[in-house]
């Protein structure tokens, strides 16, 4: 089993920036995919963006041209770069990495003036 550790959630106006990290406990966690999800209350779980082992992306339409995902594997860690962030933004976002179906705890973002 990996385990994932999400941060850098927080508050920030509209049109702000933030960068999620996950930090992944094992080193094999470079071999898998990870996707960046985010969730709000009453709704599904939503991806807004992956990044596969050998660094190809895919974005949600709402996200593209905002969000960049790229990964670190040498710290064992995906990053997810948010700019110009909207109301719409604000959720629990959460990593999850393909290999061993594992989820991290979340990070709440939220964007309000």
């Known amino acids: 089993q990996v385990q994932l550790v999400e941060s850098g959630g927080g508050l920030v106006q509209p049109g702000g920036s933030l960068r999620l990290s996950c930090v992944a406990s094992q080193t094999i966690f470079r071999l898998y995919t990870i996707t960046w999800y985010r969730q709000t209350p009453g709704k599904q779980r939503e991806p807004v963006a992956n990044i596969t082992s050998g660094g190809g992306t895919n974005y949600a339409d709402s996200v593209k041209g905002r969000f960049t995902i790229s990964r670190d594997n040498a710290k064992n860690t995906v990053y997810l770069q948010m700019n110009n962030l909207k109301p719409e933004d604000s959720a629990v976002y959460y990593c999850?990495?393909?290999?061993?179906?594992?989820w991290g705890q979340g990070t709440q973002v939220t964007v309000s003036s």
């Open positions: 999850y990495e393909w290999g061993f179906g594992s």
